[in-house]
């Protein structure tokens, strides 16, 4: 069983930065790929951005490109996610999630498709 534990959630002002971490419980070679998503109240939860294990192939939803970077530390089975430049509109509830099988686009942009998923992480951005 994989445990996901996510921190460094806060809130922040327009235009700054905030940066997420995710902690697995497993050695993440294990793993296939991490994944952010994110969910505000009464909407579905939302692809972010995602990075393999192995490789390190990473994919953004268009909305953060740009502003965000996901990274891997395989060394600590963590993933982060450094976001800058902020807007309100980011504001939401972000979770990290895992997967351990390979998929492509566009499945592993699909909350379907990952079976573990952390407690997530409020994330507020004032204007």
């Known amino acids: 069983q994989v445990q996901l534990v996510e921190s460094g959630g806060g809130l922040v002002q327009a235009g700054g930065s905030l940066r997420l971490s995710c902690a697995a419980s497993?050695?993440?070679?294990?793993?296939?790929?991490m994944s952010w998503f994110r969910q505000t109240p009464g909407k579905e939860r939302e692809f972010v951005a995602t990075?393999?294990?192995?490789?390190?192939?990473?994919y953004y939803v268009d909305s953060v490109k740009g502003r965000f970077t996901i990274s891997r530390d395989n060394a600590k089975n963590t993933v982060s996610l450094q976001m800058n430049s902020l807007k309100p509109e980011d504001t939401a509830v972000y979770y990290c999630?895992?997967?351990?099988?390979?998929?492509?686009?566009?499945?592993?942009?699909?909350?379907?498709?990952?079976?573990?998923w952390g407690q997530g992480t409020q994330v507020t951005v004032s204007s």
């Open positions: 999630a895992a997967d351990d099988v390979v998929r492509g686009y566009p499945y592993f942009m699909s909350i379907k498709e990952y079976d573990y």
């Open positions: 990075i393999t294990w192995s490789a390190g192939i990473k």
């Open positions: 497993v050695r993440t070679f294990s793993l296939s790929r």
